[in-house]
Nanobody, 124 residues
């Protein structure tokens, strides 16, 4: 059974950090684009970042550039999203998604498989 499992969400103070993980089961990340999205209550899902597992090329939404870092560990078959300098506008459910043999994209319809999401809360 193909699935993605996110972990690493939680409660953090403004300015704090979290590292989110995305681990697939049933397939490897070779030749995939892996994206991270988030969705806050009452808002549309937005694409934050993406990495191409073949060449490591990355994409970032302007509002998270310099704060969030995406990486892939092919040996562990896991993708990470490091969240630094978290702001009050960052709380949301964060999702990872994958698509095979396609370039990175910032729209959710470009991805085939999705995880269940992990909650990130920023509060003092």
């Amino acid at each position: 059974q193909v699935q993605l499992v996110e972990s690493g969400g939680g409660l953090v103070q403004p300015g704090g950090s979290l590292r989110l993980s995305c681990a697939p089961s049933g397939f490897t990340l070779d030749n995939h684009a892996i994206g991270w999205f988030r969705q806050a209550p009452g808002k549309e899902r937005e694409g934050l970042s993406c990495i191409d597992s073949n060449d490591g090329s990355t994409y970032y939404l302007d509002s998270v550039k310099g704060r969030f870092t995406i990486s892939v560990d092919n040996a562990k078959n896991t993708v990470y999203l490091q969240l630094n300098s978290l702001k009050p506008e960052d709380p949301a459910v964060y999702f990872c998604a994958t698509v095979w043999d396609r370039p990175c994209g910032d729209m959710d319809y470009e991805y085939d498989y999705w995880g269940q999401g992990t909650q990130v809360t920023v509060s003092s």
